[in-house]
């Protein structure tokens, strides 16, 4: 490896755990199903994005850098004021399922805690997968594909450290 320059190291067994942990051609091949779907205005609608700048998050090449308190605040905090300005036009309360990017378990029972999900309806993948970043909301609903009903409403919610947010509801 090329000499470093920073404190962080890339750890060797945690890519090559990483590559091993690559999709079969099946579950590859589900995922393209499911992305295709959403490409189909009737069975998918884009709802609400919102976007705000900050720097809770930069790098470069060599290394990044990030305010984790506040990024997690920060994010919430436009996730909740997504989740308002849409509630006059959109019932997502009662979704049959949320899929959620997944950063942590801190994260994502902060998330259902602040905009009132039942953490019962939300499918995890955090635990055996880790943050896979926004392959996180595609691969969740992958898992979850085969436990969903036709005209289940599922609700497909992302956090950007951008910041961003964008909810997209899909019925099934």
């Not at 004021?81 to 979704?95: I, L």
């Not at 998330?111 to 993948?125: F, H, N, Q, S």
């Amino acid at each position: 490896m090329p000499p470093r320059d920073h404190d962080h190291p890339v750890s060797v067994p945690g890519v090559a755990a990483a590559r091993a942990a690559v999709l079969s051609e099946g579950d590859a091949g589900r995922l393209a199903g499911l992305l295709g779907l959403l490409a189909d205005p009737v069975r998918s609608r884009v709802l609400f994005a919102l976007v705000a700048a900050g720097e809770l998050c930069v790098g470069d090449l060599e290394s990044m850098h990030t305010d984790t308190k506040g990024l997690l605040d920060a994010g919430l905090a436009l996730a909740e004021d997504a989740w308002k300005a849409a509630k006059d036009e959109n019932d997502w309360e009662d979704m049959d399922c949320y899929v959620l990017h997944q950063v942590s378990s801190v994260h994502t029972s902060a998330l259902c805690a602040r905009l009132g999900i039942d953490p019962e309806k939300v499918p995890l993948t955090f635990p055996t997968l880790g943050n896979i970043g926004p392959a996180s909301v595609p691969l969740t609903l992958a898992h979850q594909s085969e436990a969903l009903l036709p005209g289940d409403r599922i609700l497909c919610m992302g956090i950007g450290s951008g910041l961003n947010t964008a909810f997209s509801e899909i019925r099934w």
